[in-house]
């Protein structure tokens, strides 16, 4: 299968895979937003993200690693899922302590400690359900993640939903979840074993040595990323309230929506660009450009549009009741391009053998975020955390691109985003001079204008298109 055909399977079935959980989950959101109350909203907010931070901190920050070498060598897939499995089943207990002596710190109420612990009951088969993942997404083979997960996330919101008809609370929800992730790993370790071969326990005292020496660059990372993604929700938490932490909830939550697909498609062609590099410099480069250059394109007139339907968007997902998420929408609209920036560059990083610069830029940016949230949010609550979200991934994002500069010779693609960055920027303009005619008026032209330009300046063609398919 070609480089092309192959990047788009994987990123059809990543993509299903990345959107599942959030989409499943936002839908859940909309209905506790619409139908109970924007605290319970907060505090469903709050214990996802300690769910997300016991997802990914006991693989102390590997993931991508054991994903790249079993891609590269899957003669010892059995070697790196053994070894994984048993550092992650000891840092998931380890891990517990200092997260309990935190959320002692944060004084919750008694429902959110509740739900915090049932999140910890799931880390176990949830962490080892995400080692099976890593062998399908090594292996190429990601449809089956997406189906498990399609299917797993759909009888999960259907049952919470229920519950919460019929007046259940926050704990309950996570009960679920609990059964859920339980009936996954379930699953995913009996494909493995008919799909990619009988599964064997293999202990090195090596391999676990090998994969230490490399967490102490990945760990410190992967702590830095989750405070960059999310600090806010925790601060908020602590410094205003869980009424304030819905409404802000209520748009991020959006935002993330939107940055899913090209979010997939970045997972989705990690092991081929990690690939390319090893194979052909020239290749990499080029690879990097092209996919750089089309995901930018998609995203900047859906930063255009989320920014100037922020309004009806939030009315219709929730209610008039949540006013104040509008701004906060409208800001975080910018972000799109700058996380999906970030994220891309960190892929290149990683890529290139350039873990330690990764790191320096996730120091970077992490310090310069959590200093920008204590300040803006105490000024302007969740307005603040939203310009300090926005400000630190475009000084984290500059920074990675700085690194890559620097480290890979030739890799300039940078130069190539000024042109539909531009194009976007007239479309804004179109838009705004236009949208007094009525919206259909304004999204018609603003469209025309933009797709004009892009073959004005010749950013696309349909020989690069042809070039591009036939690889």
Request: aromatic share 16%.
């Given at each position: 299968m070609g480089t092309t055909k192959l990047v788009l399977k994987n990123t059809i079935a990543m993509g299903v895979n990345k959107i599942s959980m959030p989409l499943f989950t936002f839908l859940l959101i909309i209905y506790i937003a619409k139908f109970r109350n924007v605290e319970l909203l907060g505090q469903y907010s709050l214990v996802t993200v300690y769910y997300m931070i016991l997802q990914i901190l006991p693989f102390l920050g590997l993931a991508p690693l054991v994903v790249r070498e079993m891609s590269k060598r899957p003669y010892e897939r059995d070697l790196y899922l053994s070894n994984l499995s048993l550092l992650v089943i000891i840092s998931s207990v380890v891990l517990m302590l200092p997260l309990w002596l935190m959320i002692a710190y944060f004084d919750y109420p008694y429902e959110v400690n509740l739900s915090i612990f049932v999140v910890c009951l799931s880390v176990l088969p949830n962490s080892l359900a995400y080692v099976c993942e890593s062998a399908f997404i090594a292996a190429e083979k990601m449809e089956y993640i997406a189906v498990i997960i399609f299917i797993e996330n759909l009888i999960r919101v259907l049952i919470s939903i229920y519950l919460l008809h019929e007046g259940y609370g926050l704990k309950d929800l996570f009960i679920v979840l609990l059964f859920s992730k339980i009936a996954v790993f379930s699953v995913y370790f009996c494909l493995l074993n008919r799909a990619l071969g009988r599964f064997r326990f293999i202990f090195?005292?090596?391999?676990?040595?090998?994969?230490?020496?490399?967490?102490?660059?990945?760990?410190?990372?992967?702590?830095?990323?989750?405070?960059?993604?999310?600090?806010d929700?925790?601060?908020?938490?602590?410094?205003?309230?869980?009424?304030?932490?819905?409404?802000?909830?209520?748009?991020?939550?959006?935002?993330?929506?939107?940055?899913?697909?090209?979010?997939?498609?970045?997972?989705?062609?990690?092991?081929?660009?990690?690939?390319?590099?090893?194979?052909?410099?020239?290749?990499?480069?080029?690879?990097?450009?092209?996919?750089?250059?089309?995901?930018?394109?998609?995203?900047?007139?859906a930063m255009v549009y989320l920014f100037f339907f922020s309004e009806w968007i939030i009315r219709i997902l929730y209610s008039s009741a949540y006013q104040a998420s509008i701004p906060v929408l409208k800001i975080l609209a910018f972000s799109v391009l700058f996380s999906i920036m970030d994220q891309f560059f960190s892929i290149i990083l990683i890529s290139s053998d350039n873990q330690k610069n990764d790191l320096k830029a996730s120091i970077a940016g992490s310090a310069t975020y959590l200093v920008l949230l204590y300040i803006l949010i105490y000024k302007w609550d969740i307005v603040g955390s939203a310009v300090a979200t926005l400000s630190a991934l475009v000084f984290q994002s500059v920074v990675r691109y700085i690194f890559i500069f620097k480290n890979i010779s030739g890799m300039k693609i940078i130069t190539g985003l000024f042109k539909p960055v531009f194009c976007a920027a007239v479309m804004f303009l179109s838009f705004y001079c236009l949208y007094g005619y009525g919206y259909p008026v304004a999204i018609a032209a603003s469209a025309v204008v933009y797709v004009s330009m892009l073959f004005i300046l010749r950013i696309i063609s349909f020989k690069e298109f042809s070039a591009l398919y036939a690889k």
């Amino acid at each position: 299968m070609g480089t092309t055909k192959l990047v788009l399977k994987n990123t059809i079935a990543m993509g299903v895979n990345k959107i599942s959980m959030p989409l499943f989950t936002f839908l859940l959101i909309i209905y506790i937003a619409k139908f109970r109350n924007v605290e319970l909203l907060g505090q469903y907010s709050l214990v996802t993200v300690y769910y997300m931070i016991l997802q990914i901190l006991p693989f102390l920050g590997l993931a991508p690693l054991v994903v790249r070498e079993m891609s590269k060598r899957p003669y010892e897939r059995d070697l790196y899922l053994s070894n994984l499995s048993l550092l992650v089943i000891i840092s998931s207990v380890v891990l517990m302590l200092p997260l309990w002596l935190m959320i002692a710190y944060f004084d919750y109420p008694y429902e959110v400690n509740l739900s915090i612990f049932v999140v910890c009951l799931s880390v176990l088969p949830n962490s080892l359900a995400y080692v099976c993942e890593s062998a399908f997404i090594a292996a190429e083979k990601m449809e089956y993640i997406a189906v498990i997960i399609f299917i797993e996330n759909l009888i999960r919101v259907l049952i919470s939903i229920y519950l919460l008809h019929e007046g259940y609370g926050l704990k309950d929800l996570f009960i679920v979840l609990l059964f859920s992730k339980i009936a996954v790993f379930s699953v995913y370790f009996c494909l493995l074993n008919r799909a990619l071969g009988r599964f064997r326990f293999i202990f090195n005292r090596e391999k676990i040595s090998d994969l230490l020496r490399h967490a102490s660059i990945f760990f410190p990372s992967t702590i830095l990323f989750l405070i960059f993604s999310r600090g806010d929700q925790i601060l908020l938490s602590k410094l205003t309230s869980f009424k304030s932490l819905g409404y802000y909830t209520a748009a991020y939550r959006i935002i993330e929506a939107v940055s899913l697909l090209s979010s997939s498609i970045i997972v989705a062609s990690a092991p081929t660009i990690s690939r390319f590099y090893h194979k052909s410099l020239q290749s990499f480069i080029e690879l990097c450009r092209i996919e750089m250059k089309y995901i930018i394109l998609i995203l900047c007139p859906a930063m255009v549009y989320l920014f100037f339907f922020s309004e009806w968007i939030i009315r219709i997902l929730y209610s008039s009741a949540y006013q104040a998420s509008i701004p906060v929408l409208k800001i975080l609209a910018f972000s799109v391009l700058f996380s999906i920036m970030d994220q891309f560059f960190s892929i290149i990083l990683i890529s290139s053998d350039n873990q330690k610069n990764d790191l320096k830029a996730s120091i970077a940016g992490s310090a310069t975020y959590l200093v920008l949230l204590y300040i803006l949010i105490y000024k302007w609550d969740i307005v603040g955390s939203a310009v300090a979200t926005l400000s630190a991934l475009v000084f984290q994002s500059v920074v990675r691109y700085i690194f890559i500069f620097k480290n890979i010779s030739g890799m300039k693609i940078i130069t190539g985003l000024f042109k539909p960055v531009f194009c976007a920027a007239v479309m804004f303009l179109s838009f705004y001079c236009l949208y007094g005619y009525g919206y259909p008026v304004a999204i018609a032209a603003s469209a025309v204008v933009y797709v004009s330009m892009l073959f004005i300046l010749r950013i696309i063609s349909f020989k690069e298109f042809s070039a591009l398919y036939a690889k």
